[in-house]
């Protein structure tokens, strides 16, 4: 299976979390990052949740 690595801003870090497990059925790895944008709102991204 591929790995689905993600990036979320704070507003939307708790949806990137419930559709990572929804899609690998397992606890995401969340970590900070710096210059990614987010997944959902195009807004520079907080979060990078992956593997
Ligand atoms: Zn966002």
Not at 17 to 27: G, K, S
């Amino acid at each position: 299976m591929e790995d689905i690595i993600m990036y979320a801003c704070r507003e939307h870090v708790e949806i990137a979390i419930d559709d990572f497990v929804n899609d690998m059925e397992a606890a995401p790895q969340i970590t900070v990052t710096d210059n990614e944008i987010c997944s959902y709102c195009n807004e520079k991204a907080e979060y990078r949740i992956g593997k």
